[in-house]
Every structure is written in C-alpha cells, then in structure tokens.
C-alpha cells in the first residue's frame, strides 16, 4: 500500500518472472494453494536458485476486487532491474492483466517482483510519461483508460509513419536484404500459432523496426516504435484478440516481405493498407 493508509483489496497484477530478478536478493513469493501452482520455494521462505522457476503467484491487493487466478509467466530480459520491471509491465499492459481504471500499488508489485518499490515507481513513472498511467497521490498508478477512437488514432499514425518509407524502400533494396529479416516474421508467426498476444506484440514491432532500419534512419526507427508500442494497448473493454486474428495478421507479414523483395510495387502497396487496416483490430 501508499502511503496515506488507502484500503487495498484483491486485484490481479502482473505477475513476475518466473525467475529471480538479476541483480537483487529476493525472489517472489509462491504460494502453493493457488489453482495451477507448481512447488513453492520451501518452507521458511528459503530463496529459489537464480535458475529456479516458479508457477504460481498468490493473488496481489489492488484497489477493487476481482476473481483470483493465477497471472501469466513474463519473461524478464532487460540488463537492469528498472528495465526488467518496465519491460514486464507493458507485456501486462498488452496482455490486459493490467486493467483500465484500476489503481496498482508499486510497494505490492514490488513484492510480487522481489525488488524494492523504487524499481517499480520508477518503471511506472515512464509509462506515466508514456500516457499508459496516471500517479494517484498516495495510493498508486492508474491504467489510462483508452478509447478505441484513440488506439485507432495511433494506428493511423504508426501508418502514415511506416508505409511511405516501406514503399520507398521497395525501390531501393535488394532481395538479399529483405531475406534477413524472415526469421523475425516466422517469430511472429510462432507466437501468433501460440496466440500468444503480448508475446506477438513484441514480435510485430521487431518486425517493423527490422523493415524501417533499412531507411537507415534511426530517428524514425525510434518514433514509430514508440507510437507503435502504444497503439498496442487495448482500449478499456476491448475484447480479447482472437488466435485466428493474430495468425492472419502474422501472415501478411511473410506475404509483405515477397512482394518487397520482389520489387513488386502495386502489391506491396496493396497489403500494406490490408496489413495497417488490420492494426485497428489487432492493437
């Protein structure tokens, strides 16, 4: 909880690695009653080995209550805790384990983590400065609710970015080069086959970056991932992406890549507005 004694009640939070966080001396907690918990860390509260895995995560306290149940796995792969943290709670945001409208308390993620709180509030503030959440006073960060209107205004923006330079691009690079960047839309594939959406978000902005590098500018490279990453959240209410969705919208990607190395214009103008089109129901 925050400071100011707000009252906290069962909300789910993004649940941590299944690792320990590098770099610190706690690993989170397990609890072995949760449905679908595997082995916890022992009794007494011994510590996991680095390597160590855990699946089940006791439900965290939030500011309003909801059905209890295990979260999902985030990997963790950033060099610094700030960083692993950040990275963990967009994959939240994504995924929706981070709702709209509800207020998380960063000493509570914190422990889930098995780091201090300063980590967390850090991570929250850039995605308050991102627009993905607003500072409480004395009770924690609330998930922005968006509006459909606003992630379609995004990815209207993500387009006007990426498609002038890719059609350009299509001019201009040889086949070898659009070659090395399949195995990033086969990536993409795989998860969607998963449908694994946080998983997918990741892989589709890979992607994208892959592609928009060949311009050779790297300003442009960094905005539009950046307005990318946030038309990713779901607005409030949005219905969970289907499987089937993700795996067509992964496809395209592979169909892109053929008509570029093709050199073939009109057809790589073509699924470009399908496969952009297609973003507003993806994100």
């Known amino acids: 909880m925050e400071q100011g004694g707000a009252r906290e009640s069962t909300a789910p939070v993004p649940y941590p690695s299944r690792a320990a966080v590098p770099g610190t001396s706690e690993v989170p907690r397990t609890s072995g009653g949760a449905p679908g918990a595997g082995p916890g860390p022992g009794a007494g509260g011994a ?32 060099h610094s805790v700030r960083g692993q943290i950040l990275a963990a709670l967009r994959e939240a945001l994504v995924g929706g384990e981070l709702v709209p409208g509800e207020v998380y308390s960063a000493p509570v993620l914190a422990e889930r983590f098995g780091v201090s709180a300063t980590p967390v509030r850090e991570a929250m503030q850039q995605l308050a400065l991102e627009g993905a959440v607003e500072t409480v006073p004395n009770r924690g960060f609330r998930v922005v609710r968006r509006t459909s209107r606003e992630t379609a205004e995004l990815a209207e923006v993500v387009a006007l970015l990426e498609v002038p330079v890719m059609l350009r691009l299509v001019r201009t690079v040889p ?10 839309a086969d990536a993409a594939s795989a998860s969607a ?53 993700l795996i067509a919208h992964a496809a395209e990607h592979l169909a892109l890549l053929d008509a570029l190395a093709a050199g073939d214009l ?18």
Do not use: K, M
């Not at 995560?57 to 149940?69: I, K, N, V």
């Not at 086949?175 to 990033?184: D, H, K, M, S």
């Not at 990741?202 to 892959?210: G, I, T």
């Open 47 to 78: 510590r996991l080995p680095e390597q160590a895995r855990t699946d089940a995560r006791e439900p965290a306290r939030g500011e309003h209550t909801h059905s209890e149940r295990p979260g999902p796995r985030h990997s963790v792969r950033r």
């Open 175 to 184: 086949a070898e080069r659009w070659a090395e960047i399949r195995p990033l």
């Open 193 to 245: 086959a998963l449908g694994d959406r946080a998983g997918y978000a990741e892989c589709d902005r890979a992607f994208h970056r892959a592609v928009l590098s060949l311009s050779g500018n790297q300003q442009l490279v960094a905005i539009a991932d950046d307005v990318h990453r946030r038309a990713q959240w779901p607005p409030a209410g949005a219905p969970a992406v289907r499987r089937a969705d």
């Open 266 to 283: 009109p057809l790589a103008q073509s699924l470009l507005r399908a496969h952009f089109a297609g973003d507003r129901n993806i994100t």
